[in-house]
């Protein structure tokens, strides 16, 4: 089966630039996933890498090397918006989707 | 993207009651998936379900307690049966999604349900 690891909290500066990381380990790989949930709300889709290399959206980039299982998402310029749970999840290894995910990370951005 | 909406949103049960949430989406999906998660808690997948057939459930999660339909493929419905407590949580109803390079999960903005 599939398991992620990612840290469970990190706090950064406003302003400033957060890397949020994932390791995981798979059968099969079909993708790395990331997601952004504020409290009281549902997950939001923000970056998806089938490949390795950096997807960059805006603010936010996700990175992923299939050779290391590893991928990270990076936020920059943070904003006290950016408060919330970051999820990454894999695809489970009879295809693309359903995702296992991750236990989270929370991030907290402070003035 | 498809817009996917679930009802209620929120609401407050009495233990050993049942609630039966529905999930609408505004285009035609073929995979449907629900999950499950407890307060703090990652993302826990309930089932997959698949219009036309019966839905294929993870491990800890049987068809008694968590009953799907699937009738067309825009629409599901998940009941929570005999709920406890335990069953506090948020529920969500989410679909497969193509995006560049492979495919992902949409969700819907989620049903708090809290038992008491």
């Known amino acids: 089966g599939q398991s992620l690891e990612q840290p469970s909290e990190v706090t950064a500066v406003e302003g400033a630039i957060v890397q949020i990381n994932c390791t995981y380990q798979?059968?099969?790989?079909?993708?790395l996933s990331w997601y952004q949930q504020h409290d009281g709300g549902a997950p939001t889709f923000l970056s998806y890498?089938?490949?390795?290399g950096l997807e960059e959206t805006g603010r936010f980039s996700s990175f992923l090397s299939r050779s290391d299982s590893y991928g990270y998402l990076l936020l920059q310029e943070l904003q006290m918006k950016d408060s919330a749970s970051y999820f990454c999840?894999?695809?489970?290894?009879?295809?693309?989707?359903?995702?296992?995910f991750g236990k989270g990370t929370r991030l907290s951005v402070i003035a | 993207s498809a817009v996917i909406s679930q009802k209620p949103s929120r609401d407050i049960c009495q233990r050993g009651t049942s609630l039966t949430i529905q999930c609408q989406v505004d285009?035609?999906?073929?995979?449907m998936f629900w999950y499950r998660q407890q307060p703090g808690q990652s993302l826990t997948l309930i089932a997959t379900?698949?219009?036309?057939?019966?839905?294929?459930?993870e491990s800890g999660f049987v068809i008694d307690k968590f009953p799907i339909s699937r009738p067309n493929l825009t629409f599901s419905t998940l009941t929570v049966s005999n709920m406890s407590p335990e069953d506090s949580s948020i529920y969500l109803c989410?679909?497969?999604?193509?995006?560049?390079?492979?495919?992902?999960?949409?969700f819907g903005e989620g049903s708090w349900l809290t038992v008491v």
């Open positions: 989410s679909v497969d999604t193509p995006v560049p390079g492979g495919n992902t999960i949409y």
């Open positions: 798979t059968s099969g790989f079909y993708g």
């Open positions: 890498n089938g490949l390795d």
């Open positions: 999840a894999v695809g489970r290894n009879s295809g693309n989707t359903p995702l296992v």
């Open positions: 285009s035609q999906v073929t995979m």
């Open positions: 379900a698949n219009q036309g057939s019966e839905a294929t459930y």
